[in-house]
């Protein structure tokens, strides 16, 4: 199985939401006062992580996640491409990513303005 760091961030992100959500539950199973305690970590670190997955989950992670993808040949990126997906598709140390031949100077002009 190959787990993403979005998909990390996110599975992290549930386990903190659940301990928050469950805060009935944990009072009976550790107390009152170490509930408080975790609740406030829990709430606190959801914040602060769903804020980085949404940082670093762009456009650019999305795209070079699908290319380190087991079974993927080669993306090819046409004129329509934004500057993000121009950039990673002229890159030359990215591989199995380029631009169609017949979009290829469009390509690099978009990726210029990255």
Same mark, same amino acid.
């Given at each position: !199985?190959? +787990?993403?760091?979005t998909q990390w961030f996110a599975i992290a992100v549930l386990f903190l939401?659940? &301990?928050?959500?469950?805060?009935?539950?944990l009072t009976d199973l550790i107390g009152t006062y170490?509930?408080?305690l975790v609740i406030s970590f829990s709430t606190l670190a959801t914040g602060f992580l769903a804020g980085v997955q949404i940082i670093l989950g %762009? /456009?650019?992670?999305?795209? =070079?996640?699908? &290319?380190? !993808? $087991? %079974? +993927?040949?080669?993306?090819?990126? #046409?004129a329509q *491409? #934004? $500057?993000t997906l121009a950039a990673i598709a002229?890159? $030359?140390?990215? #591989? =199995?990513?380029a631009p169609? /031949?017949?979009a290829q100077v469009q390509v690099e002009t978009i *990726?210029? %303005?990255a």
């Open positions: !199985m190959n +787990i993403t760091r939401t659940i &301990l928050t959500g469950g805060s009935a539950q170490p509930t408080k %762009g /456009q650019g992670t999305q795209v =070079k996640d699908v &290319l380190a !993808m $087991p %079974g +993927i040949q080669k993306v090819e990126v #046409n *491409a #934004n $500057p002229v890159d $030359p140390t990215v #591989n =199995k990513i169609t /031949q017949a *990726a210029k %303005g």
